[in-house]
Structures are given as C-alpha cells and as structure tokens.
C-alpha cells in the first residue's frame, strides 16, 4: 500500500469542508489536484471514502471511520514534530526523568524547582520507578536520562554515568534509645537490634548488603520499605533501628529521631545516568546541567578515581549483573 502524508491531509481536510473547491484553497491547489489526491487515496486503500454528487460531498461509513482515526494520527504527529521542533530550542518543550523512590521524595524535586526557575517555558517531567526500571527505562530511550543511586561502578556498554553526591549511612533512632548517646555507631552494635531500612527499589540494597555480610549483622531481622518517612514512622513507634542514607539531599527523619554515622563508613552515591554515544536533545541537555548544578553547591563529592567513559567527576557505579540485583 503506497499512501502518502499529503494524501491523507487532502482527505482530511475534504471530510472536513464537505467540499472539494475549499479544500483546493486550503492547500492551494487546483480542484481537479484534490480530485486525483483522494482517488489514489481509494484506489490504495480499496474503499469509497466519498459520496460525490454535483451539489455536496458526503462521507462514506468507511470514510468516516477512517477520517476520525487519520484525523487524530494526523493531529499527533503535528504535536510530535512542534514538540521536536521546540526542543531543540533548548528551553521549551518537554524533558522526561525518571528517578527511583528515594530520590523523587528527596533531591529530585530540588532539582525540578532549579529547572522551573532557570527555564520557566521548560517542563521536566519526573517519572517515579523502582530502580532497575530507571535503568531499563533510560537505555530504551523512554526517558531522557534518569537519577539512581548506586554503591559501585556502572559497567555498562549502554550508560554513562556522572556523579552527583555521596551519603552516608546512619543509624536512624529515637533519642532515648540506649545506642543514641554515642556519637558514632559501629555496624556490630546493630546485632542486638531489628533492622529497618529501604528496599531494591531505591538502591540502597547494594550498598548496604556487604557491610552487613562483613559485620556478621546478616542474620538480624530485616524490614525494607519505600520511602524514608515509612522506615522513620516504623522506628519512632520502637519497631526497630533506622538505616538510612542521610544528609541534606535526602528526606528527614523528623524532629523526634537522631542519627549516627555508622562505622566503617559506607556509602551510596547518586547519579545521573543517560544512553552512552547519544547525544542529548538540548532541551534535556540544558535540564541536565540543571541536575548537575543544583546537587554541585554543598553535596559531598567523592574522591575517587574517575572511571572509564565517565566524566571527571564520576564515581564508578554498578556491573550489569548488579544492576539487575538492585
């Protein structure tokens, strides 16, 4: 079947006058052109879409079905090329994110207000999914990049990762429960405790799995949750201790909780990620430098050495078989 753009606009557009002559004038063309235009259009599609006479033009039923279903493919893919057209604008048009739970109830929305002030004609919209998704999502090209948070180098033929910030993890508990006077904590005084901490969903799984397998916590009682403020509410009611990644980018615990840095030190790192070898649209690029700069004014950036086809400020993050354990 060999049917043409300007085809289905001429049918359009005669479905929509009843008229052959007004839709000569709309595309200013001779009657007999649009005549042509709508028998090949017939012809290749094998159905009578008019009812000619000397004094009107109707629509067949088949016509009329396919009018309202061309008419609305053919509204989209003005909108789709406006949109294309605009983005490359670099301010305007439409930027999507994804981020993991954590961080879209945390950072995320610090990075979309620097956005809406620097760019007010830009939206960014934030596309909330359990971590490996993010993933999934940024290498299908469904999103434009997407925020994660990992504890060890991206190894990936298909992202590139830049650095963000680093947290720590604490031990989140009441004030008066006995580990509280302390002014660190050491993973082996969790032993006595219930643990209680985020899930897959948000990534801090894989920073926090060694160091309870090294400091023999492995056999605790775990509770995993979503969000901060589900694993804060669990430890306010004395269900357990807090594990917690915390510091300014990150929700609070509360007025009632404290935190400890748990010792050793560890870590989970947020980053942006986006299709390695592809160039971002302009838009997305600008909202990206966005990202970048609302995480670069007082976040706690890792020293390390810079990994392979990263940029200079790149913490490594996962493998791929890691990725898909997050």
Known sequence: MNVSLQQLKVFVAVARER????????????????SRCVRELEDAVELKLFDRTTRQVELTNAGASLERRIGRLLDEIELTLLEERAAYDGHTGVVVVASNPALSSGWAPQALAQCAAAFPELVVSLRDQPQSSVLVSVEHGEVDFGAVCVAEPID?????????FTT????VIPSTHPLARHDVIGWRALREWPLITLNA????????????????????????????????????????VGVLPVD??????GVS?????????????????QRRNRSLRPNAAAAWAQFVASASGHARIADAVPMAGATRTSRPSVTRRMLEEL
Not at 260 to 267: A, D, F, Q, Y
């Open 19 to 34: 008229s052959f002559t007004r839709a000569a004038r709309e595309f200013d063309l001779t009657q007999s052109a649009v």
């Open 156 to 164: 990936s033929a298909l992202l590139h990762a830049e650095v963000l």
């Open 168 to 171: 720590p993890l604490h031990a």
């Open 201 to 240: 969903d948000t990534g801090v799984r894989a920073a926090l799995e060694p160091a309870l397998v090294a400091n023999e916590v492995k056999r605790r009682p775990l509770q995993e949750l979503g969000h901060v403020a589900a694993v804060a509410r669990m430890v306010e009611l004395g269900l357990g």
């Open 248 to 253: 300014s980018y990150w929700p609070a615990t």
């Open 257 to 273: 909780l404290v935190s400890r840095p748990l010792v050793p030190e560890t870590t989970v790192t947020t980053v942006l990620v």
